[in-house]
């Protein structure tokens, strides 16, 4: 997010709503006033009978438009480049996958380049892949190959998914967060079909199989991972080291606030403190328990991701078809925005893909959040002083030669 859309005051939605409703509010009583009082407005609105109801309708309608202009001027751009911006996104999904591929090589420490100290350098360059200069560049053939998979492909948004060089969930024994949720989302559903068992186990961004399966790149996964125990190894004896001087520094520092934090998000914390701050809670418990009712119905949640769908098709103005071969209505409409999203993608990439090339030939960089590459990198930076720290601690040279 750049800092300019952290400006925006729709951004913090409670104090938006309460200073919104407030001005709209004066908005209308200032036009009711200036209706009732403005000579010229009263001639005019006598020449017709019952004028009131209209007036009081203008004046809502009015404070409506001026107080949430500039948010549907901010919409109405963003819903406008929304395909844009995922094509955008989409044109670096084919870089991941070449990077994740130099990544098993560089584990296997048959790859090397200045640009990689140690594995947190490709999280960064994640960030940051448009502009990776030690992977193949995109050629029309990824832009072609791409596009088949665009066809294909209906499941998660491609331009939010996250995690592509998160190697420990894709390609080793290690536990991550990724397979904890994982398991966790798999334990709560009902198998019907153990053939496809395989399918909802498969963690690996759908891009890459289909590369694999595609290209026959599958043989990087095979590489042994060289790095990651001797980056823990040494990262551990730094970390050790960090914390307890850490520690040593509390030690002359005021004594911490071990209250706990104050939450109201989940059902028995709203209730408790409900109880606690009213004087007569039980109005108010009886509202709350009432929205619970209503936003906790299965039904309704479910509806969330049709309602979605629905809102995804409403630059749908020519004739497209429904996805074939569902016959439930809501999967049906669902599927159907998948692939009218991927439409609009297909329609666009190869606007970025000429943008791409005409920047990498006069070595202008491509577009990127400078200010997310400045967090990851120095988050790299971070990583690698910890193993250096272990290293020295070892006594042993102060490099990353290990």
């Known amino acids: 997010m750049s800092n300019d859309d952290k400006k925006k005051p729709w951004q913090d939605r409670i104090k938006w709503e309460f200073e919104s409703a407030r001005q709209r509010e004066k908005i209308y009583k200032q036009t009711l006033k200036k209706f009732a009082t403005n000579k010229s407005i009263k001639e005019y609105l006598n020449q017709f009978q019952n004028s009131q109801p209209t007036v009081d309708s203008y004046a809502w309608q009015k404070a409506r438009w001026l107080v949430d202009k500039n948010q549907t001027e901010w919409y109405l751009d963003y819903s406008s480049s929304k395909a844009l911006l995922a094509a955008q996104t989409c044109l670096g999904n084919i870089q991941q996958k070449k990077l994740f591929d130099k990544q098993c090589e560089w584990r296997a420490e048959t790859f090397h380049h200045p640009s990689i100290e140690t594995t947190f350098d490709f999280k960064y360059w994640e960030k940051n892949i448009l502009n990776c200069q030690f992977i193949e560049p995109i050629t029309e053939e990824d832009v072609v190959l791409y596009i088949e998979f665009l066809q294909q492909y209906l499941g998660e948004d491609l331009t939010f998914l996250s995690g592509w060089q998160d190697y420990n969930t894709y390609n080793s024994s290690y536990a991550t967060v990724a397979k904890l949720v ?46 990651q125990e001797k980056e823990w190894k040494y990262g551990r004896i730094g970390q050790k080291e960090i914390q307890r001087n850490y520690a040593e520094q509390q030690k002359s520092q005021p004594s911490p606030d071990t209250r706990p934090y104050l939450s109201v998000f989940g059902k028995e914390q709203t209730e408790d403190f409900i109880n606690e701050v009213e004087e007569a809670p039980e109005e108010v418990l009886k509202a709350y328990k009432v929205y619970q009712q209503f936003y906790d119905n299965p039904e309704i949640r479910s509806m969330e991701e049709v309602w979605e769908a629905w809102n995804e098709l409403d630059d749908c103005y020519e004739a497209f078809p429904m996805a074939a071969g569902i016959t439930d209505w809501k999967e049906a409409l669902i599927a159907t925005a998948q692939q009218w999203k991927n439409t609009k993608i297909t329609r666009n990439v190869h606007f970025f893909y000429e943008d791409y090339l005409f920047r990498n030939a006069t070595g202008i960089s491509n577009v990127a959040d400078e200010e997310l590459l400045s967090t990851y990198r120095k988050m790299a930076d971070d990583y690698k002083e910890t193993m250096l720290l272990g290293r020295e601690l070892s006594g042993e040279p102060r490099d990353l030669n290990f």
């Open 182 to 227: 994982n398991k966790q989302e798999d334990d709560n559903e009902i198998e019907d079909d153990d053939d496809d068992d395989d399918d909802k186990s498969s963690l690996m961004p759908p891009w890459y199989i289909f590369v694999n399966e595609r290209r026959g790149d599958g043989h990087y996964l095979l590489l042994p991972d060289l790095r």
